[in-house]
Structures are given as C-alpha cells and as structure tokens.
T-cell receptor, first 113, second 112 residues
Framework: ETGVTQSPTHLIKTRGQQVTLRCSSQSGHNTVSWYQQALGQGPQFIFQ???????GRGNFPPRFSGLQFPNYSSELNVNALELDDSALYLC????????????FGSGTQLSVL | DQQVKQNSPSLSVQEGRISILNCDYTNSMFDYFLWYKKYPAEGPTFLIS?????DKNEDGRFTVFLNKSAKHLSLHIVPSQPGDSAVYFCAAIYSSASKIIFGSGTRLSIRP
C-alpha cells in the first residue's frame, strides 16, 4: 500500500508567479484535502476534493485552485503568489464519507521571495 | 477565529514520566476530536481520536480525555519515551463540514 506522495519537496518562487503542487493519494482513497501550514501554526484547510469535485473550501482567495484526476491524484495551483504564501503545503487523503482520519504526505515547502 | 486552541507551545517531560497535552475548543458542534503527531520533515500522522459521545479513549500508552462541559480535551502519554518528542496537533471536526480544524500545536520534548 503506497502512502501519500507530494512533489516537489521544496520550491522557490518570486512574487507574482504561479505554482502547481502535486499529490498522489494513498491507494483506496478517493478524497484529497489540501492544507497550508505557516511557520508556528497548525495546518489550515484550503479545500477538499471528492471524486473530482470540490467538496468544501476554507477561507482562501480564488487564486488558490485545485483539481482532482480520475486516479484521485490532485493538484493545487496558486496564482499571483504573495510573500505570505510562503508555507508548508500538505496534501492528505482519506477514504471519504465519515472517515475522519487523514493520511498526510510530507508536504511541499514553498518559499516566495 | 481560533476554534481549536493549544495554549502551550512547548512542553518538556522527563523520560518515563507522564506527558499531558491540553487543548480547548469553542465550537460545541464539533462531534469528533483527533490528535496528530508530526516529526520534522514529515507530514502529521494520526495518533488517536475520540467521539464527542465518549469521555475517554485509550490506545496503549496514549489516552485522550474529553470534558464537553469545559470544552477541553487532553492527551496523556505514559510512560513518555524519547521517540515521543514531536509536535502534537489537536484537531476537531463536525459532521456537516468537510474540513478538520487544527490547533497550533505543542512541541513535546522528552529529556533523559
């Protein structure tokens, strides 16, 4: 059983650029959630995808967008990067439904200069 | 608006003693609570959970206690071991929402 994998592990961008982060969910999981973890804080919910449809969104602007593919992998896209977007971005998969347990990847550390 | 609060950013405990990590919440609609553990350069891993209809759940060295009237939960680790040194996140969810809300974390250090 493969776990959740994220790529890339580290990324450096400049303000105004666009970035795409990728996530492969754990086998058997059809739900993917994305979280942003700023330094010294807990993970903050960005959005969730269930069977390729957005299934809930946190308090993030529209320049944060996502996709889920038929194989349940997912992408997080961030446009017009700002300095405050510098954070660890975590992807988590779950079986969906009432399964509350999330299985996290190791994250992508994004630095915006 | 922090709905889940971990007021102690760090905690140091001697090996073999009990570690107690605390968490407070404000939303009475939460019906499930979880604890996650995070090592550096890794994603959080699920540790233990408790439903709002229970007041205690135990799994080996880990026990979670829930006090609904006080909107407070705690994680007890006994005996504490060096491998328990990590950041611990308290989290909560309510059934009508798709998101899990995390606290800011407590860094636990187990000293020899």
């Amino acid at each position: 059983e493969t776990g959740v994998t994220q790529s890339p592990t580290h990324l450096i961008k400049t303000r105004g650029q666009q970035v795409t982060l990728r996530c492969s969910s754990q086998s058997g999981h059809n739900t993917v959630s994305w979280y942003q973890q700023a330094l010294g804080q807990g993970p903050q919910f960005i959005f969730q995808y269930y069977r390729e449809e957005e299934n809930g969104r946190g308090n993030f602007p529209p320049r944060f967008s996502g996709l889920q593919f038929p194989n349940y992998s997912s992408e997080l896209n961030v446009n017009a990067l700002e300095l405050d977007d510098s954070a660890l971005y975590l992807c988590a998969s779950s079986r969906g439904g009432r399964d509350e347990k999330l299985f996290f990847g190791s994250g992508t550390q994004l630095s915006v200069l | 608006d922090q709905q889940v609060k971990q007021n102690s950013p760090s905690l140091s405990v001697q090996e073999g003693r009990i570690s107690i990590l605390n968490c407070d919440y404000t939303n009475s609609m939460f019906d499930y609570f979880l604890w996650y553990k995070k090592y550096p350069a890794e994603g959080p891993t699920f540790l233990i959970s408790i439903s709002s209809i229970k007041d205690k759940n135990e799994d080996g060295r880990f026990t979670v206690f829930l006090n609904k009237s006080a909107k407070h939960l705690s994680l007890h680790i006994v005996p504490s071991q060096p491998g328990d040194s990590a950041v611990y996140f308290c989290a909560a969810i309510y059934s009508s929402a798709s998101k899990i809300i995390f606290g800011s974390g407590t860094r636990l250090s187990i000293r020899p």
